[in-house]
Nanobody
């Protein structure tokens, strides 16, 4: 059984920062990729950032503001979010790709508002 535990969401003012964490546990042989997605009400779920093969990838709308990193020893992925904007408000979901399957966390809410 695979479990993804997310934390770090909350309410922040525009221009502020948050750090999201996602720890994966369970019967995982090898994690091929880890990433963060977000979904706002009425919108499709979209990729924010991912990391695989040691290389990070970012959506254009967060490039230069967000940083994804991974702790391989603990199967943990982080998303450092700086210069947050109201448009970043969404539920953020951690996801891993392992063993030919994709797993999802329950999501953590990020709200950017004055």
């Amino acid at each position: 059984q695979v479990q993804l535990v997310e934390s770090g969401g909350g309410l922040v003012q525009p221009g502020g920062s948050l750090r999201l964490s996602c720890a994966a546990s369970g019967s995982i042989f090898k994690i091929d990729a880890m990433g963060w997605y977000r979904q706002a009400p009425g919108n499709q779920r979209e990729l924010v950032a991912s990391i695989s093969g040691g290389r990070p990838n970012y959506a254009d709308f967060v490039k230069g503001r967000f940083t994804i990193s991974r702790d391989n020893a603990n199967n943990t992925v982080y998303l450092q979010m700086n210069s947050l904007e109201p448009e970043d408000t969404a539920a953020y979901y951690c996801s891993i790709r392992a063993g030919g399957r994709q797993y999802w966390g329950q999501g953590t809410q990020v709200t950017v508002s004055s």
